[in-house]
């Protein structure tokens, strides 16, 4: 059984930085992508970033946010510096996908979401 943890959110202010962390087990990690996505309320779920063989990142976040990941520790992080208002939402991992990174439906695991608020 594959088992998806999300951690690491919180409140921070505008230009503030927050690392994002989920950890995996139940399936081989370092075989498969990772990603991350996040969904503010009344808006539908935004792909960030997901990592393969390289990183690939959403327009609105490239620059200012880093993936990476640990297979040692089976865990995937995600660096987020100069955060904005705009980044508030449900931030959710994801794993193993077969298909276009950025399209939700193309992931087959979730975790439950980690909130993350940026203050103005």
């Known amino acids: 059984q594959v088992h998806v943890v999300e951690s690491g959110g919180g409140l921070v202010q505008a230009g503030g930085s927050l690392r994002l962390s989920c950890a995996v087990s139940?399936?081989?990690?370092?075989?498969?992508?990772m990603g991350w996505f996040r969904q503010a309320p009344g808006k539908e779920r935004e792909f960030v970033a997901a990592i393969s063989r390289q990183p690939y990142y959403g327009s609105s976040v490239k620059g200012r946010f880093t993936i990476s990941k640990a297979n040692a520790e089976n865990t995937m992080y995600l660096h987020m510096n100069n955060l904005k208002p705009d980044d508030t939402a449900v931030y959710y991992c994801?794993?193993?996908?077969?298909?276009?990174?950025?399209?939700?439906?193309?992931?087959?695991?979730w975790g439950q979401g980690t909130q993350v608020t940026v203050s103005s």
């Open positions: 139940g399936l081989t990690f370092s075989s498969y992508p």
């Open positions: 994801a794993a193993e996908s077969t298909a276009v990174l950025n399209t939700p439906s193309s992931w087959k695991y």
